[in-house]
Structure formats: structure tokens, C-alpha cells
């Protein structure tokens, strides 16, 4: 990711894991040389391991324009 722009971030506590929701607006992306621009909803799911916050699941899906 070259850039991007938060709408909306939603966190969901689950006990010892959180699920964070987000609505990015601008998300810029270089691939193979060729930069592409569009919106996304962004899933992670962090859960702690060892006294420690890590990811677990990331999943992001494109919106349409």
C-alpha cells in the first residue's frame, strides 16, 4: 500500500482477541509498477499471544466505485 484514508474504524473487543473493522475511502496500491486507487472494507482480527497484540486474520474486500 502506497496510501490510505480511514472513514470508519469499528473495534470489537472479544475477550482476549478484538476484531477491528475498517472503511477505507482512498487506498493506494503499486503493483508491478502500476498504481491503482479504490475503496476497501478491511477485516483484521488481532488476538493476544504472549503478553503480546498480534494478527491473527486479515481480510480485505474492494468496493465497487
Same mark, same amino acid.
Given at each position: 500500500?502506497? %496510501? ?6 469499528? /473495534?470489537?473487543?472479544? #475477550? ?12 493506494? /496500491?503499486?503493483? #508491478? #509498477? ?7 472494507? /478491511? ?7 504472549? #503478553?503480546?497484540? %498480534?494478527?491473527?486474520?486479515? %481480510? ?6
Amino acid at each position: 500500500y502506497e %496510501q490510505a484514508e480511514m472513514e470508519e474504524i469499528r /473495534v470489537r473487543p472479544l #475477550g482476549s482477541a478484538a476484531a477491528v473493522s475498517e472503511l477505507v475511502m482512498k487506498l493506494k /496500491v503499486n503493483r #508491478g #509498477g502500476r498504481t491503482a486507487e479504490f475503496r476497501a472494507r /478491511v477485516l483484521r482480527v488481532w488476538a493476544k499471544m504472549d #503478553g503480546r497484540w %498480534q494478527l491473527a486474520a486479515h %481480510q480485505s474486500a474492494r468496493l465497487a466505485p
